[in-house]
């Protein structure tokens, strides 16, 4: 970091300046009041609408953060790229998308509809994320008990933030699965439709896909996990190789595609970078090759994206453009 600091090799040189940029788009969004926050388990009601943080880290390690960025949030549909991309990894694309489509359901995340061939449209949406748990579950050391597999997988997640420790909100886990008649209801449409595993065991991969969305992080540690994908899989704070450059490459494939529910398309139209975001307010945004950007604030559009994630994401691209095409 340092030897390149002394070439002025970043790959945003001028960060300090960059980053006065990104804190004017900050305050700017920070006016917006539009949106409703999450309220169908009490824990994400309590969430204050204020709450409102970015934080950024450049493929090279470069950070920068404003506002509530240190305080604990569930990942909620943000893991669902991060289960997706250790699956490709253990399981190969070949195998997973056996199970999994790659097209978008045009339809709302949790809407009860397979594709033609009686799959989940995408791992992106609430089906094909549980049907990804349960090859995680079923297929990937078949022999860990279920709290292995729990500690295994939220390692991963670790990792891919580099190297720190995460949290798990058990209450939020308590609540996700005594709210979840829509999710079982997919559930036992997907077990119907025999779209599972040999073998998998129901009610396990369902508190699976309920623990993975209440792992708890904050705006800080997202951001990394942006980075990594935005640096083919290698943490750019640890320099671990996590995931594969094919299995990331995948990943941001169907984030750029089917990552903000029902918006997906007029945001890869608009915005042009893989985004996914999450029920809790989040959004993990990749730019890739050269950063990672976690946005959290709660409120949530009609369609369930964060107001001033979806606000600042328009703004940047006003001013920089990142966006791929
Ligand atoms: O499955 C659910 O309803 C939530 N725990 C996850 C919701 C979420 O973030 C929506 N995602 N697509």
Known sequence: LISRAFRRQFIIPEFQEFCKNIEEIYWKCKDNTDGKVASYIPQLKRMSPNYW????????????????????????????????????????ADVVHQYV????????????????????????????????CSLLKTLVGPEMTSAEKFDFTMNYFERLAGNEDMGFNNAV??????????????????????CFPENSKFKECMDFYFQCCSLEVTCDQLSVIGATLANGGICPLTEEKVLKPESVRDVLSLMHSCGMYDYSG????????????????????????????????????????????????????????????
């Not at 489509?101 to 549980?130: T, V, W, Y």
């Open 173 to 194: 886990f308590l609540s996700e699965r005594e709210c979840a008649d829509r999710n079982y209801a997919l559930g036992f449409y997907m077990r119907e439709n025999k």
């Open 266 to 325: 007029q945001f890869a139209f608009k915005v042009g970078v893989p985004t996914k975001s999450g029920v809790s307010g989040a959004l993990l945004v990749v730019i890739p090759n050269v950063m990672g950007i976690c946005l959290w604030s709660p409120p949530l559009d009609a369609l369930g994206n964060s107001c001033r994630g979806v606000q600042f994401c328009e703004e940047l691209i006003k001013k920089f453009n990142f966006h791929r095409y």
């Open 53 to 92: 943080g970015i934080s950024i880290c450049t493929i090279d390690g470069q950070r920068f953060s404003v506002g509530d960025v240190a305080i604990p949030f569930t990942i909620q549909s943000c893991s669902k790229p991060l289960t997706y991309g250790i699956a490709l990894d253990l399981l190969g």
């Open 101 to 132: 489509g790659q097209e978008p359901s045009g339809r709302n995340f949790n809407e009860l509809i397979l594709d033609h061939n009686k799959k989940p449209h995408n791992p992106m949406i609430n089906a094909g994320a549980i049907l990804i």
